[in-house]
């Protein structure tokens, strides 16, 4: 079975524009959670959706948004980029969130630098 | 809130050598313990986790973590090392029951394994 996949992998933006991210779960999972993971530094949760609505958000600012689709993929928005957006945005599927003992599956992320 | 330390940035065991790679966390209520393996250019890996039960548990690659609740604190062992293992390691900790999914992490150790 695949795993959590992302696109695109890596990802060169400017400062001010936007950028949308896009994360397919792993069959079956319907819970997806995104992680910004700054250079050096572990992963720091922005959203979490289930079923199509959110059901968790981080300290992030609003130009961060993200939606989650019947198909339980999700996208993430960044919008009016900083240099500090520069990071590796990880996603992460489980099958559902209240059951907290399951694990989370991630993907390789997408590498996005902001000059 | 929680949150994780992970007190060492660097390990360096010598292949064939036990390892151990620190972590203790704050959380209230029970905690739900984890612990991810992060390749270059990868996503995150689970490794094993803690939920309840025997306080040492076995996860992939001969990977054990022992849990001490009076220490608060979730260490990852091997018994015997590989070069292959060098990688970068996080603990994360969920909150107990209907804590939903989110994941805080610690910062992240560094494991050098030389042959």
């Known amino acids: 079975d695949a795993g959590v996949t992302q696109s695109p992998t890596h990802l060169i933006k400017t400062r001010g524009q936007h950028v949308t991210l896009r994360c397919s779960p792993i069959s079956g999972h319907k819970s997806v959670s995104w992680y910004q993971q700054v250079l050096g530094q572990g992963p720091q949760f922005i959203f979490q959706?289930?079923?199509?609505?959110?059901?968790g958000r981080g300290n992030f600012p609003d130009r961060f948004s993200a939606r989650q689709f019947p198909n339980y993929s999700s996208e993430l928005n960044v919008n009016a980029l900083l240099l500090g957006d520069s990071a590796l945005y990880l996603c992460a599927s489980s099958p559902n969130p209240v059951y907290s003992n399951q694990p989370q599956h991630f993907g390789d992320g997408t590498r996005l630098s902001i000059l | 809130a929680q949150s994780v330390a992970q007190p060492e940035d660097q390990v360096n065991v010598a292949e064939g050598n036990p390892l151990t790679v620190k972590c203790t966390y704050s959380?209230?209520?029970?905690?739900?313990l984890f612990w991810y393996v992060q390749y270059p250019n990868r996503g995150l890996q689970f490794l094993l986790k803690?939920?309840?039960?025997?306080?040492l548990v076995k996860g992939s690659y001969g990977f054990e973590a022992e849990f001490n609740k009076s220490q608060t604190s979730f260490h990852l062992k091997k018994p015997s090392a590989l070069v292959s293992d060098s990688a970068l390691y996080f603990c994360?900790?969920?909150?107990?029951?209907?804590?939903?999914?989110?994941?805080?992490f610690g910062g992240g150790t560094r494991l050098m394994v030389k042959p």
């Open positions: 803690y939920i309840t039960g025997d306080n």
């Open positions: 959706y289930y079923e199509k609505e959110e059901r």
């Open positions: 994360a900790v969920r909150g107990g029951r209907n804590a939903g999914n989110m994941l805080t």
């Open positions: 959380v209230s209520g029970n905690p739900y």
